[in-house]
């Protein structure tokens, strides 16, 4: 059965960094586009990054983010250590919200579709 398990969450001062966590057991990352989405109270959930990979292949991954995220945040994962990592710099307030990590499916794994309970991140002045 598949897990994922966010942390790294905190309260941290405008302009900070963190780095978010996602711990997955139970699939293989090599067969799901791996996402981090956001929601903040009042707010819908939103993507914030993902990352594609040709499984099995020298292909780098592929990465996208949201344009208000762009240039500060970085998704990475290692697939060695089934982790998705989330570098968040210079925060800002409007970056606080309960991250969720999303394992998505495709090819052989098209249609399943896993999420995280959440890690809360506050940015404050």
């Known amino acids: 059965q598949a897990q994922l398990v966010e942390s790294g969450g905190g309260l941290v001062q405008v302009g900070g960094s963190l780095r978010l966590s996602c711990a997955v057991s139970?699939?293989?990352?090599?067969?799901?586009?791996m996402k981090w989405f956001r929601q903040a109270p009042g707010k819908e959930r939103e993507l914030v990054a993902s990352?594609?990979?040709?499984?099995?292949?020298?292909?780098?991954?592929?990465?996208n983010y949201a344009d208000s995220v762009k240039g500060r945040f970085t998704i990475s994962r290692d697939n060695a250590k089934s982790t998705v990592y989330l570098q968040m710099n210079s925060l800002k307030e409007d970056d606080t919200a309960t991250y969720y990590c999303?394992?998505?499916?495709?090819?052989?794994?098209?249609?399943?579709?896993?999420w995280g309970p959440g890690t809360q991140v506050t940015v404050s002045s």
């Open positions: 139970g699939i293989n990352l090599n067969f799901y586009v």
């Open positions: 999303n394992a998505h499916g495709m090819r052989a794994a098209a249609g399943r579709d896993y």
């Open positions: 990352s594609t990979n040709a499984p099995y292949s020298s292909v780098p991954w592929m990465t």
